[in-house]
């Protein structure tokens, strides 16, 4: 870019400037963008899902509606009976002909019902109201606990950072899933434990990163001039360090975000994960992989959902890296 | 050895309107423009010009090896009349390294870690030549290295890259660059990264190269005087354009480019002088490759432009009259009248240095290091000391420059890191207006011991936070220091700030990035004296800028001291700059304080050795100058682990004897102020001849 | 070096030491806890505080922690409550099942990632690289609870080819191996091979390799002998330390394919509060971890000349 362009950018206009120009930045990667495009999908997806339900284009998801059901079926109700808790003459257009004529067409499901007769299309819609709840929440809690315990190590180093880094080698040296059944069984599966599991178990790896980058950035001769002026500890590590690690912490988020949906959902299937009845994806697999050898969908569509979202986040860290590295 | 072109007598090298450019995502940027070679056999050119001039791509395209967004767009190579880009790929894998060979600017990582020096060398003869085997590919490797000066070559053969010095490494390159006996040799930037003395004996080295080896050189550096030293042509490159060449001492001479003129005027020559001769920066800066203006690519920085004409169309050489040999890119050259060109620089009245504001006296500074092997265990020697500063003394007073010089590890950085109070030292008085300020961590001190004295740091890029902007970090220490606290006064104050540094105003609103190198060094100065300080630490503020840069920044900041009346400890390696700015120099070797005094009486005799060398080794760009040549032999020894007696005994090439390596050498007062430890009495000292004298020739006055 | 491995296993002994302790506070601190997970819900207090007084446990908890890491040590991990036997019948047969699912799983891993992390590395930015690139992130980003639903339809429900379960009751069979095998190998290559191509990809760009390149050496020189050299070292860690990331996975195979491991063990002894038994299975896998992570810290340092001499 020219100097002149640059040079008429009002310093208040620029951070929000700064963040328009990452993202049109990553136009430069295609990779990138189709990341960003699954991960905004989702993101629409979850948004809009209470309002789906209220506009009547989904079933509810924990309804049990109907005997388990391909993809695609239609949900056919016999006159007199009640849907949602209303009479199905007023929810649900008659079918005046062919062999169900009579009969009333309530709509479709499909991705099929689940082993219960719940429509897989609105648990997973819920779900992803779930997982994109949770998961961003616990990084971000990880990274607010990570962040000044790597700062700290970084920039300290002595002892401090001694006790940190083996700490976080102690944490680091359990194999992560074992670390989380661990904690689960000992304080019981909840949202909250969950995301304190989370925290316990990432916020070493986040430590480490921090830590690295910060003993990079304090040898920087900007941080030699804040110190030869006196500035304070703090305004070293969180105003001088920490905006110039942001990054790769940026991407890194990315990824992190990508390990904590799939940890929330491994524990789901694991049968340790967010108390039923609410879908939670990798519950929905736990829960109808016995039903695998004849009815495949209920759970191939879950596994679909997951992995599509953790792609979408891994892509979109990989294209952030590509464009910052071209940077 | 057989070599099929053995009978070929024409040039070496002919490059005939090469143009290259680099595909990016902008599109294509012409790199290299125009760019014309004649290379005999056996004769040396030099390419000379500032970063992003283009002449490290010429070495790229010669090798073939312009990387996958680079490319010819025009003209051609003959090596030996040969055109290289119709070559296949077995053919120029053939002439690389074989015929043409390379050194290159960083030798440690020119060289892979991970194997043996010795494998590196003989795999040159193995593959390039039919019938050699690993026995007699491993005679001529230690061979060569012995020609190349390497002391123990045995040894060398087993080491891995990171067991030798960086002189040594260099050495090891250019070994394995002739193991072929090529014809050619590109040489880019070989002693850029080594310290001065390491550097004079590389220079000493290729200079000896094509006498021994009848190959052609092509040297390639950003230091005109390194060029004088090694080249018998030079090539002056601009912005991609060759603006000036002949032979070497007719360029030095005769310069007719106004860009040769300028960059000479950057350079601090013996005989400048910042109060007679300042130095002439020149304005403007390097226009970016998609950003060139049109007709003379100097143009908007040049005095002599004319509008209409300089931006007309594309300039070519043309030969002088006189000389057919010596041509230049230049449509006015011919109206130039050189003599009565006198530019003005940066000059002013010499100061008188006023009240004494700092006093160092016997100040040391150890840094323990635990050593947790088992032998040192046992020994019982499990802390162990570096060294970094060993009884420092010295004074410097108001308004006063007083330059700290030496190489690397000599324990200049310690020492500005113990002034500023990042350090606290471990023995001795720092007395900083009165107070002693050796024991006091920058926590501990006020905020108005702190302003007084703050640091111009050296590398631009990262002597500014890229994440605030620039007017926020000046606001920041306008703050800090207590100097304004209203925001509308401490914005004044910031823009004063940038008046003081010549910038723009608008500029307080740009983030480090958008600034070039220069920029920011002017920032930097700012930023350090935002508190009015009494004192400045320089630390080679300019060592990584471009000499024209260099040049402006250098003015910028001698006058900013001069109208503050600051004093200013300038530390930096380069004694042809410090000689042009001091008032007094302290010449330090591994932590210890080897000579002090006025500049004049430092760099004159008596010499403490070091001195003597130091100033030897450091490339002069100008034809009068004759100097001695000495050659430090030997690698700097380790601060962990330095000499006894005199430390510098082990390179000391006027060792008395065994006293040197045993009593500390006496400090001697050659005259009051003027002190040297040296153990050689000083009667002899004083009789050692100049190493830096100015023959008479072509006229011109000596000014020594 | 040698004082380097030793300081490394001294370190190892002191992790594990902390994560032992870190276990013992975490899972019997509490001994009424400790006494209702082995006698069961439904025991009476008396029964209880019987079986506490028998077993030391009104004994002062460092008297406790120190006797359980000397039993510990000497491999007497106590009585699994599910089992009702020792907990080192049950796990070193399981832990043995586990080590041929891991063996076969790096057999195919190693080389196949180390393979085309190379090729993709060597020409950064070819479609051969691109396409290596994207098909790694994309099996890394399908985790293995998802991975082994899709793949089991497709190779078991659409195909009929494979077994859908690896219980393994008629004796060991390698075809029952081949999706849990298929399932680790899906996910954890990518890793490693986009680790071995950033490595490449770096050492290709290194002065030292224009150094051989221009030095005239073939091409297929500079790749076998300069490059790889480099390049191999730090996948060699990822390597080494993905042995802590099968250990993850290798919980949801066995379970999934209702394979008799390790992992699946760990799993049902959580379930069932077997408390003596996820003491045993935590130590053995954070041992494992921390063996392989040390070994892989001083493989790195003998690989690399640079630490190896200085």
């Known amino acids: 870019m020219s100097e002149q362009a640059a040079g008429s950018v009002q310093p208040r206009r620029s951070a929000i400037g700064r963040i328009f120009r990452g993202i049109s930045a990553l136009r430069e990667s295609p990779v990138g963008m189709v990341g960003a495009a699954i991960v905004v999908f989702w993101v629409l997806v979850a948004l809009s899902a209470s309002f789906l339900l209220q506009l009547g284009l989904i079933f509810p998801p924990n309804a049990t509606l109907a005997p388990l059901m391909g993809p695609g079926s239609e949900y056919i109700v016999s006159a007199g009976r009640n849907v949602m808790n209303m009479p199905v003459e007023q929810v649900c257009s008659p079918i005046t002909s062919g062999t169900d004529a009579g009969n009333f067409d309530c709509g479709t499901f499909w991705l099929g019902t689940d082993h219960i007769g719940r429509d897989i299309l609105s648990r997973i819609i819920f779900g992803s109201q779930t997982v994109l709840t949770y998961a961003p929440l616990a990084t971000l809690c990880a990274y607010a606990v990570g962040i000044p315990m790597g700062l700290a190590a970084g920039y300290k180093r002595g002892w401090v950072d001694d006790v940190l880094s083996f700490w976080a080698n102690v944490i ?75 990054g790769p912490l940026i991407v890194d988020s990315m990824l992190r975000l990508g390990y904590v949906i799939i940890t929330i959902g491994v524990l789901g299937f694991l049968g340790l994960g967010l108390p039923p009845p609410d879908p939670d994806w990798g519950g929905m697999i736990n829960e109808t992989r016995q039903l695998m050898m004849t009815f495949p969908h209920m759970a191939v569509f879950p596994c679909i959902a997951i992995s599509s979202l953790v792609l979408g986040f891994n892509l979109l860290a990989d294209g952030l890296r590509e464009v910052s590295l071209k940077d | 050895m057989a070599k099929p072109t053995e009978a070929y007598d024409g040039p070496i090298l002919e490059c005939e309107g090469l143009c290259i450019s680099y595909f990016t995502r902008a599109g294509e940027i012409p790199a290299v423009i125009d760019f014309n070679l004649t290379l005999p056999q056996g004769e040396s050119v030099g390419l000379v010009g500032e970063s992003g001039c283009g002449k490290s791509t010429v070495a790229m395209a010669i090798m073939q090896y312009l990387g996958s967004n680079g490319g010819i767009v025009g003209g051609t190579i003959r090596y030996k009349g040969q055109d290289l880009s119709k070559l296949g790929p077995e053919e120029l894998r053939r002439l690389r390294g074989n015929e043409i060979a390379m050194v290159y600017q960083e030798p440690m990582a020119s060289l892979n870690p991970s194997i043996p020096v010795g494998r590196q060398l003989i795999e040159v003869p193995l593959h390039h030549e039919q019938g050699v085997d690993e026995k007699e590919a491993y005679r001529r490797a230690v061979q060569m290295l012995t020609d190349v000066k390497l002391p123990d070559p045995e040894r060398v053969m087993q080491s891995f890259p990171h067991q030798i010095s960086g002189g040594q490494q260099q050495r090891v390159v250019i070994a394995m660059a002739l193991l072929s006996k090529p014809s050619l040799l590109l040489l880019d930037e070989p002693t850029t990264a080594l310290d001065v003395t390491v550097e004079a004996g590389i220079v000493e080295l290729i200079g000896e190269i094509a006498g021994c080896f009848n190959t052609s050189m092509i040297y390639i550096s950003h230091n005109l005087g390194l060029i004088l030293e090694t080249c018998d042509r030079i090539n002056v490159m601009y912005s991609g354009q060759v603006v000036e060449e002949g032979r070497v001492g007719e360029v030095f001479d005769r310069m007719r480019h106004p860009y040769t003129q300028g960059l000479f005027g950057c350079i601090p020559l013996p005989g400048a002088d910042k109060t007679a001769h300042p ?6 800066q ?21 509008g209409g004409r300089c931006d007309g169309r594309p300039v070519h050489m043309t030969p002088l009259d006189d000389d057919p040999d010596h041509r230049v890119r230049c449509l006015r050259w011919s109206e130039i009248d050189w003599e009565a060109h006198k530019p003005k620089g940066v000059s002013a009245e010499p100061l008188a240095p006023g009240e004494e504001v700092l006093n160092v006296s016997n100040m040391r500074k150890y840094y323990e290091i635990t050593d947790n092997s088992i032998l040192a265990m046992i020994q019982g020697k499990r802390v162990r000391y570096v060294k970094a500063n060993e009884q420092i003394s010295f004074s410097a007073r108001e308004s006063e420059i007083v330059a700290i010089v030496g190489e690397s590890g000599c324990g200049k950085s310690t020492f500005a890191k113990v002034m500023m109070g990042l350090e606290t030292a471990t023995e001795g008085a720092v007395v900083f207006q009165g107070t002693d300020v050796a024991k006091k961590s920058v926590q501990r ?18 002597t500014l936070n890229p994440s605030h902007t620039v007017g926020s970090q000046l606001a920041r220490v306008i703050r800090k220091f207590g ?42 100065i700012a930023r350090a004296f935002a508190g009015n300080p009494s004192m400045v630490v320089a630390d080679e503020p300019v060592s990584a800028l471009d000499v024209s840069v260099a040049a402006a920044v250098t003015g910028l900041l001698m006058d ?84 006894k007696g005199c430390p510098f005994n082990t390179r000391c090439p006027r060792k008395l004897g065994t006293i040197c390596e045993t009593e500390a050498p006496p400090v001697i007062e050659a005259e009051r102020g003027h002190k040297i430890a040296c153990h050689i009495p000083l009667s002899e000292l004083q009789a050692v001849e100049p190493v830096i004298v100015q023959v008479e020739k072509n006229s011109k006055p000596a000014a020594e | 070096m040698l004082i380097f491995i030793m300081r490394r296993a001294a370190t190892m002994v002191l992790t594990m030491i902390v994560v032992s302790l870190l276990l013992f506070l975490a899972l019997e601190i509490n001994k009424d806890a400790v006494a209702i997970k082995v006698l069961g819900p439904y025991s009476t207090d008396e029964q209880r505080a019987i079986w506490l007084e028998n077993n030391g446990y009104n004994d002062p908890l460092p008297v406790r922690y120190g006797r359980w890491l000397g039993n510990f040590v000497v491999g007497d991990f106590g009585e699994s409550t599910r089992f009702k036997t020792e907990v080192s019948e049950i796990l070193w047969p399981r832990l043995a099942n586990t080590g041929i699912l891991a063996a076969a799983t790096f057999a195919v891993v190693i080389p196949l990632s180390l393979l085309l992390g190379v090729l993709a590395g060597m020409r950064e930015g070819s479609r051969l ?35 859908g379960t690896s219980g393994m009751s008629d004796g060991f069979s390698v075809v029952q191996l081949i999706l849990p095998v298929m399932v680790l190998v899906l996910y954890d290559f990518g890793y490693v091979a986009r680790m071995t191509r950033a490595s490449m990809a770096d050492v290709m760009t290194t002065d030292y390799i224009r150094t051989a390149i221009l030095k005239g050496l073939p091409y297929r020189t500079v790749i076998t002998r300069h490059a790889l050299r480099n390049a191999l070292i730090a996948p060699f860690t990822v390597i080494m330390l993905q042995v802590n990331w099968l250990l993850s996975g290798v919980i949801v195979v066995e379970y999934f394919f209702a394979y008799k491991g390790f992992g699946a063990l760990l799993l049902e002894a959580s379930l069932n509060n077997d408390i003596y038994m996820i003491e045993a299975c935590a130590m053995v896998a954070v041992f494992v971890a921390v063996a392989t992570q040390t070994l892989a810290d001083i493989g790195y340092t003998y690989l690399n000349p640079r630490i190896r001499f200085s």
């Not at chain 2, 823009?495 to 500029?507: A, Q």
């Open chain 1, 172 to 246: 680091l040296s359990f194999p992560v899933l074992v670390l989380y059944i661990l904690i689960i069984s000992l304080v019981g599966s909840s949202e909250i434990n969950i995301l304190i599991a989370i925290v316990f178990a990432s916020s070493p790896g986040i430590m480490r990163i921090v830590r690295g980058l910060t003993l990079d950035l304090r040898n920087r001769e900007y941080v030699f001039a804040a110190e030869t002026r006196g500035e304070p500890t703090l305004r070293v590590l969180f105003v001088e360090i920490l905006p110039n690690a942001r």
């Open chain 2, 279 to 284: 130095l002439v920066p020149i304005r403007g």
């Open chain 2, 286 to 306: 390097l226009p970016l490759p998609h950003e060139r203006p049109p007709g003379c690519l100097f143009g908007p920085r040049c005095d002599f432009f004319q």
């Open chain 2, 445 to 462: 001190r006020s905020a108005k011991e702190i302003g007084a004295m703050q640091m111009v740091f050296q590398n631009p890029f990262d």
């Open chain 2, 483 to 524: 100097v304004e606290t209203d925001p509308e006064k401490v914005r004044n104050r910031v823009m004063e700030l940038l008046d003081l540094v010549k910038l723009p105003r608008d500029f307080a609103q740009r983030r480090p990035r958008q600034l070039s190198g220069g920029q920011k060094q002017r920032i930097g």
């Open chain 2, 560 to 643: 900013i001291q001069r109208s503050y009346r600051t004093t200013l400890l300038f530390i930096s390696h380069d004694l042809s700059l410090v000689r042009y700015l001091a008032d007094r120099v302290v010449v330090m070797y591994l932590g210890h304080i080897v000579e002090q005094g006025t500049t004049d009486e430092v760099f004159a005799p008596p010499y403490h050795p070091y001195t003597e060398a130091l100033l030897s080794a450091v490339p002069i760009a100008d034809t009068s100058i004759e100097k001695k040549r000495i050659i430090l032999e030997g690698p700097l020894p380790s601060v962990i682990d330095p000499p």
């Open chain 3, 129 to 163: 690289d691109r396409s290596i690139s994207v098909a790694s992130i994309v099996t890394t980003s399908i985790p293995e609870f998802a991975s082994a639903p899709l793949l089991a339809a497709i190779f078991v429900f659409y195909l009929g080819w494979l077994p």
